[in-house]
Nanobody
Framework: QVQLVESGGGAVQTGGSLTLSCAAS????????MGWFRQAPGKEREFVAG??????????ANYGDSVKGRFTISRDNANTVSLQMNSLKPEDTAVYYC????????????????WGPGTQLTVSA
């Protein structure tokens, strides 16, 4: 059974930094896309950043427009992905979800992707 576990959420002030990590288990994730979504209260879940397998042990990165230039995603190995978040803003406050997508879609939009339970990030002004 596929399981994703996020860690690293918390509370920071505007302009601060934080790193989220996600570890996947219960499968072989080398060819999966993995990355992050977020959902703020009253809003739809949105794509934040993803890694797409490009062959061998290499991955390419893709970012949502709202985080480009501030967030950096890293595929540390086949089963783990990290999200370095810098210059945080109050509008980044949300529950952040790790996702693993067997379709390896660039924006992790495959219908059968697995989700982690989520980790809260709160950015105060």
């Amino acid at each position: 059974q596929v399981q994703l576990v996020e860690s690293g959420g918390g509370a920071v002030q505007t302009g601060g930094s934080l790193t989220l990590s996600c570890a996947a288990s219960g499968g072989t994730f080398l060819r999966y896309g993995m990355g992050w979504f977020r959902q703020a209260p009253g809003k739809e879940r949105e794509f934040v950043a993803g890694t797409r397998w490009t062959g061998g042990y290499t991955y390419s990165a893709n970012y949502g427009d709202s985080v480009k230039g501030r967030f950096t995603i890293s595929r540390d190995n086949a089963n783990t992905v990290s999200l370095q978040m810098n210059s945080l803003k109050p509008e980044d406050t949300a529950v952040y979800y790790c996702a693993a997508d067997p379709s390896n879609d660039y924006s992790l939009s495959g219908p059968t992707k697995a989700w982690g339970p989520g980790t809260q990030l709160t950015v105060s002004a």
